[in-house]
């Protein structure tokens, strides 16, 4: 199996062509996949885009995704669909399986999800085969676009190693669902292997993290002075997301998945 790979550079599409190299890099003008076996990266990537580009998530996740997906009117095709937890948005239940209802907030989840709903529309129209792919919030060194709206842990630590002052909400006690980047790619791989078709796969650790463990790790090994100021949860983000996050992962522990990078061992890489 040879996979035609859409956002090969982002962060996670990759360390995914860097670990699994024999896959083909889908250039960023090409909407043609060049195998019958897709994997699809191509995506925004938090909720902030509504202040400064309100179009932007829907340009990026969606009408994107239609023009790739005119290529694709086959049943030859399988088409991997890389998503996010953002889309099960306020949960009252954890963890989170991949039968629960998703009521997601913010444009970003939102339009994730919509993008889930078109791709399984356009599947049963078409005789094409899916996979969907619910990533958990994914950590690992060289992830240059981390910020304090994306990938927030990392940002958070390289403050961290400079000595500069951070924020955390709630006390820090906000629990998610960590795994390294590594271990998601080979995850993915597995379900692109491996995977039922026409299924929804949550990939993660299947445990909650104290986000302020973290942080306080990340503290004792850099040694650092950095202070850590608690403030109250912005009132946008208390809108757009859960307090507390983590998925269950049986379905991938059944196809044989098993986290091979601690916790701990994220975060001496992110300090190092």
Not at 20 to 41: A, G, Q
Not at 55 to 77: A, Q
Not at 109 to 130: M, P, Q
Request: proline share 3%.
């Amino acid at each position: 199996m040879k996979l035609s790979i859409y956002g090969s550079t982002g962060f996670i599409g990759s360390n995914f062509l860097e670990i699994y190299p024999n896959n083909i890099k889908i250039k960023r003008d090409n909407l043609k996949p060049e195998t019958k076996d897709v994997l699809y990266f191509i995506s925004t990537v938090h909720n902030y885009n509504v202040y400064d580009d309100i179009t932007k998530d829907v340009r990026v996740n969606l009408e994107l995704l239609c023009k790739v997906l005119e290529h694709c009117k086959s049943n030859d095709f399988t088409f991997n669909f890389i998503s996010s937890w953002f889309v099960y948005g306020k949960t009252k239940t954890l963890p989170v399986n991949e039968s629960q209802t998703c009521n997601p907030k913010g444009f970003y989840s939102i339009t994730k999800k919509c993008a889930e709903d078109l791709l399984i529309s356009f599947c049963n129209t078409f005789g094409v085969k899916y996979r969907i792919i619910r990533l958990c919030n994914v950590l690992g060194k060289g992830d240059k676009g981390a910020s304090s709206k994306k990938n927030a842990i990392t940002w958070m630590i390289n403050r961290i190693k400079e000595n500069k002052p951070i924020n955390l909400y709630d006390n820090g006690e906000v629990y998610r669902d960590f795994l390294h980047v590594h271990d998601v790619c080979k995850a993915i791989e597995l379900i692109c292997k491996k995977g039922n078709k026409n299924e929804i796969y949550n990939v993660g650790s299947g445990k909650p993290t104290k986000i302020k463990y973290l942080i306080e790790l990340s503290k004792k090994i850099t040694n650092s002075s950095s202070e850590i100021n608690y403030i109250v949860q912005p009132e946008f983000h208390a809108k757009v997301q859960n307090k507390d996050f983590w998925m269950e992962n049986k379905k991938i522990r059944v196809l044989g998945f098993n986290q091979t990078i601690s916790l701990e061992q994220i975060v001496e890489e992110l300090c190092s």
